[in-house]
């Protein structure tokens, strides 16, 4: 074990991770990714005892111009950035929806204990484990008293909405926590044998009377301002510690 | 415009490539990705009139240890290969269930017009379009004479199965084609500006009396070879041509 001194900060949208950027005072990085074609966008600084953190994002769709949401997106900007960042650990950062059958309200912030995929159903034996792709967060006992926040299990699928067959694999999933990229990143994390954490704030309930797009949108500002509260906090309590330490 | 010199051939799964593989006599490439890290297996030798050709398989798991079919592990794939062996155009071939509906039977092999995902709603201005993710082949009308084979919309998701959200989304893109990568790689393959091909043999037929999981696996070594036998005649084609010769 060796102390943590480069942190990568993955966040899907922008408008996400502004806020957090501005807050943090990070450089944009220009030509770190491993191809001038990347569409994502990365921006560095120095975080406490001197460890080096890095916020990417997926950057923008040149056909849709909108930004890479989704596993897709979140699959290459973890890809490219574990190779080209070689991090000590990385961070997921996004907005999410949460579930008031489980305790959720807007504005929470959840740690992730575990990474489901809700959307992949594949009924032959072990592509269907492979479908979930369950992968577990590293155990941050000390960092979760430090943000007193709430903890629970996050699941990926790369639709806003949710239909019944969504809702019945996200009860079965024991879902607190619905986003698009989570799964994604933690199949890369795993595959570099990078310890992974994830960070979400409720932008709307999932199980409640608002369909998500309007809450998403109402919400967004919102959640995004509570994600420049709590990164920070994240990163200066897992900079120039072990893993052991978290 | 300059010949073609450089395919690369993107195949899911190996039990879908070796036969391929063995026919072609190409050889396994050692270190040939970015990191070592990188599950795919690539397979390289020489086409027609002196062009490059490389086989790339998705590899395996490295938990669940089957093959990393879908989405995110073909954009893992294509990023990869796209950067590392900068090929002029880019073939995914691989098996894929078909539709009665639309004259489709098990053995068929058809080329892709158009590519769309059918399981990513994502209900906001803009971000609709991004969902569906729609891209198109280049047009090969010489090609697709050559070949005798069908035409038609290639939709990938994420799920072996169809639920009748699935279907639905399945009949307003006029699919042809169900698979689980092609959209992910025409996403990659536009963001490299390289053209881009698919080539699907069908094993199953989704509107038919049989699960999709028994039909698949009954027909998959017969879809395997029918890939065998039509992509080294794509290979033998395209190598030195221009695409407007396609």
Redesign the interface.
């Given at each position: 074990m060796s102390p943590i001194a480069t942190i990568v900060v993955l966040i899907a949208m922008d408008a996400e991770a502004q806020p957090l950027i501005a807050s943090l005072n990070l450089e944009e990085q220009k030509d770190c990714f491993?191809?001038r074609?990347a569409?994502m966008k990365c921006y560095g600084g120095v975080a406490a005892r001197g460890a080096r953190v890095f916020v990417v994002t997926n950057g923008t769709?040149?056909?849709?111009?909108?930004c890479n949401?989704?596993?897709?997106g979140a699959?290459?900007a973890a890809?490219?950035a574990?190779?080209t960042l070689n991090p000590d650990v990385v961070v997921n950062a996004g907005t999410a929806g949460g579930f008031a059958k489980r305790g959720g309200a807007v504005g929470d912030v959840y740690l992730a204990s575990t990474f489901r995929?809700f959307?992949?159903?594949?009924?032959?034996p072990?592509?269907d484990?492979?479908?979930v792709?369950e992968?577990e967060a590293i155990k941050t006992p000390n960092l979760q008293r430090e943000l007193k926040c709430k903890i629970g299990v996050v699941c990926t699928g790369?639709?806003?909405?949710a239909?019944e067959?969504c809702r019945a694999a996200l009860d079965a999933h024991e879902a607190s926590v619905k986003e698009m990229e989570a799964a994604?990143i933690a199949?890369?994390a795993?595959?570099?044998?990078v310890p992974f954490i994830a960070v979400k704030t409720i932008t709307d309930i999932v199980d409640g009377p608002v369909?998500t797009?309007e809450e998403?949108?109402a919400n967004l500002g919102t959640a995004a301002t509570a994600l420049k509260d709590v990164v920070p906090k994240i990163i200066d309590f897992v900079a120039g510690k072990e893993l052991n330490e978290l």
């Open positions: 491993m191809t074609r569409p769709c040149a056909k849709h111009n909108v949401v989704g596993t897709v699959a290459i890809y490219d574990l190779v995929n959307d992949r159903r594949i009924p032959i072990r592509y484990a492979y479908g792709g992968y790369n639709s806003l909405d239909t067959t994604a199949h890369v795993h595959l570099f044998g369909a797009q998403f949108l």
